[in-house]
């Protein structure tokens, strides 16, 4: 009897908790390249770079959902130590991006204002090694916010749009509950109930299991 020996797959990714907020930063790499990118390193940028050289990657980029200080506050800090560019999140969350220097000292942690190298509007891609991953433009939670979904592998990191159970709060300056709602079931749904889907913080699930049981955004709920 021969093995057979499974395939490895195109992407892999890692989840690295960071901040007071226990925001769900992700590492994510090319297998193929071992070229990786860290998206929504919001602190703890120590802890982020011990768990990318654990899984021997080589770090290209920085990507960002969206301007909050818990997915973004040391992403310039980052970029500027490690000569990376910063790609996210939409321009329309500039204004919270601008006011990282405020924030930070508000709730007790250290950010930064940056630039980003390129802002990303709906239908970009990103690259990550020999990956590509298109960008969605889900606005609700901050304007600006973006989504990264890599096709072939069923796989998306959404920020703090959805959450296993829940969705995220709409009461930040510019947030809009009835966009992201729509950006929820028009975006997000028609990728497919087999995405599986890394949110902002808590635990991992799928766009399937949302639409059958989340309180605010399931078939039934918006019934």
């Not at 226990?22 to 090319?30: A, K, M, V, Y």
Request: include cysteine.
């Amino acid at each position: 009897m021969t093995d057979t020996l499974k395939p490895i797959p195109p992407m892999r990714a890692a989840i690295i908790p960071v901040t007071p907020l226990q925001q769900n930063c992700s590492l994510i790499w090319c297998t193929k390249t071992m070229k990786g990118a860290l998206v929504d390193p919001g602190g703890d940028l120590d802890k982020l770079k011990e768990g990318v050289a654990k899984a021997g990657v080589i770090l290209e980029k920085i990507l960002v959902t969206h301007g909050h200080l818990d997915h973004c506050g040391q992403a310039g800090m980052l970029a500027d130590e490690l000569g990376l560019d910063i790609e996210g999140p939409h321009e329309d969350d500039r204004f919270w991006i601008d006011q990282l220097d405020d924030d930070g000292p508000r709730w007790g942690m250290v950010a930064k204002s940056f630039t980003p190298t390129r802002w990303l509007h709906h239908g970009d891609t990103v690259t990550v090694g020999e990956l590509m991953l298109d960008v969605i433009h889900c606005p609700g939670h901050t304007p600006g916010h973006v989504v990264f979904f890599h096709e072939p592998s069923r796989f998306a990191i959404v920020g703090d749009v959805l959450f296993q159970g829940s969705i995220g709060r709409t009461d930040f300056p510019r947030g809009n509950h009835q966009d992201l709602i729509d950006s929820i079931t028009q975006r997000l749904w028609p990728l497919g109930e087999d995405v599986m889907f890394i949110p902002g913080h808590g635990p991992t699930s799928t766009f399937g299991r949302e639409r059958k049981t989340n309180a605010f955004v399931s078939d039934y709920a918006l019934s």
